[in-house]
């Protein structure tokens, strides 16, 4: 469905007759005609119309406005072909490559970064995630905690990675019908949860069913869910500090509410690399250690 002529002239912010003028002396569109004869715009009209808009509030003439975006596109164009290109002949490096999705991110330049990712689609599952898309969010994290970026351009990079991630579970189709069971979720009140869908992505790679609850699962709704679902693994992801006490109840309340043959493993960067509670039954993975199979 496109966008009739009065919707473009509120969404541009010109008057009809002055998008009718532009298109006949212009041609920068050519919506298409319906059946009953009303022109059709397409939202990509939309998005030319509202640059083109952009360019006149910023005192440039129209004709000059249209020659403009035209030199601007076809400028875009070519370095979208050559950017493609280096990407799939791994012509940047992967620092090259992260620090390009990074700062297409940060300038919220979501077409710059969907093409990065579609050069990276021969590059395995595991490979993107680790050596492209957790580099892009660490330094991410490093900048808005040194004040260099603000939280509107964290939750647009975090947001664009976490889609992307979410694209490779469901294209798993959250791992194979009748494999065994993984039931991942994040610790009470955490709000991280891309480390762990990183550990979800791995583990439906090896065969198994994800369930996937996500972020901040309280304790006895998790306990719920693993007595009713039984499933052959619990994974946990904690990023943020705990006291040893608060790991201790969970974890002990999490072991007796699984089956005797659940694995249960607690992992992430707030699972101190020594100190956690000693408890029968449950693995704890610091950022130093590895899921294995
Ligand atoms: C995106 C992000 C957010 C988003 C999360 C969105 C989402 N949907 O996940 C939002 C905006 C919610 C957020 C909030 C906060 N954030 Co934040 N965030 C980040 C950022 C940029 C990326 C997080 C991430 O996904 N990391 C995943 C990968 C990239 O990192 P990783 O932890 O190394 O992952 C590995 C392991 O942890 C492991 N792993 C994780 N889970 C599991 C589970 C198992 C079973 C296993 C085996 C392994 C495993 O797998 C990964 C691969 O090795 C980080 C930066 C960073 N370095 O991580 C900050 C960061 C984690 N946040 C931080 C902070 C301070 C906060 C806030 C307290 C900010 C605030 N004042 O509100 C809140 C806390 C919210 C809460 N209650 O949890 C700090 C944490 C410092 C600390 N240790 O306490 C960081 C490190 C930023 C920084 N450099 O200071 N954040």
């Not at 070519?78 to 390009?100: E, I, K, M, P, S």
């Amino acid at each position: 469905m496109g966008y009739r002529i009065k919707s473009v002239a509120d969404l541009v912010g010109v008057p009809r007759n002055t998008l009718l003028a532009w298109e006949r002396r212009y041609g920068l569109v050519t919506p298409e005609r319906q059946d009953n004869g009303y022109r059709e715009y397409s939202a990509n009209d939309v998005a030319r119309l509202r640059k083109l808009k952009a360019l006149i509030d910023a005192g440039h003439r129209v004709g000059e406005a249209v020659s403009l975006l035209s030199e601007r596109e076809d400028a875009r164009s070519a370095q979208q072909v050559d950017d493609l290109h280096r990407v799939q002949t791994g012509a940047f490096g992967d620092d090259a490559l992260t620090q390009r999705l990074r700062e297409a991110l940060l300038r919220f330049d979501r077409d710059s970064a969907d093409r990065i990712a579609a050069g990276l689609e021969t590059r395995p599952y595991r490979d993107r995630v680790e050596h492209i898309y957790f580099p892009v969010l660490r330094v991410v994290g490093e900048r808005w905690a040194a004040g260099e970026i603000n939280v509107s351009q964290e939750h647009f990079a975090s947001a664009w990675c976490r889609e992307k991630m979410m694209a490779m579970l469901m294209a798993l189709g959250h791992g194979p019908q009748g494999g065994p069971v993984a039931l991942c979720a994040g610790f009470p009140g955490e709000r991280h949860e891309l480390g762990l869908l990183g550990v979800a992505i791995q583990l439906a790679l090896q065969g198994y069913r994800i369930s996937w609850l996500g972020a901040d699962v309280p304790t006895d709704d998790l306990a719920q869910a693993v007595r009713q679902e039984a499933p052959a693994m619990v994974c946990i992801s904690v990023l943020q500090p705990r006291t040893r006490a608060e790991f201790q109840a969970y974890a002990q309340q999490l072991r007796e509410a699984a089956p005797t043959g659940t694995r249960v493993v607690i992992g992430g960067v707030g699972v101190p690399e020594k100190g956690a509670p000693a408890i029968e039954g449950i693995e704890w993975i610091s950022q130093s250690g590895r899921l294995d199979s």
